[in-house]
């Protein structure tokens, strides 16, 4: 193979050391957006907005993200190194870039773990929420309330709820 590997790309030529590093810029995009995401998750109170318009940017992010890597693969292949971690590291060490492919797998790991934390927490608040809901029905067709919204005297001490 060759040390001073080119990827083709619609007739632009890009070394593979460029490439990663654009990966890994896309990648620390990702996560600052995860991070944000976070913040907002441990807010009190959530902005709905916030969070879609967070969900809106990853969602642009993981397109080009995917787009980049399908790319550095069908390169990879067709230069002649293997499918999978040890052929792009191969390739990465050949074309005298192993520490930003090294960055890349760092990258990524840390995204998938925030990304999988942001998600255990939404389903976390998701369930909480549903709690809620189930007592406020409950308390509803219990007839809790008077015509004013008030709590009826006594009349919440016989519901159980993990409220």
Known sequence: SDGNAKLRYHGDIMSLARHLSLQCDLLERFLARLEEEQQALAQGSVDGAKLQALAAD???LLGEIERMETQRQHAQRRLGYASGPQGSARA?????????????IELATRVRLLNRLNGETIRQRMAHNQRILNFLHEAADR????????????????IRSSV
Do not use: F, H
Request: net charge neutral; aromatic share 6%.
């Open 58 to 60: 990853k969602q642009t």
């Open 143 to 158: 007839n809790l309330y008077g015509p004013d919204g008030q709590a009826r005297r006594g009349s919440l001490a016989g």
């Open 92 to 104: 990465a060490e050949d074309a005298g870039c192993p520490e930003q492919w090294q960055k890349l």
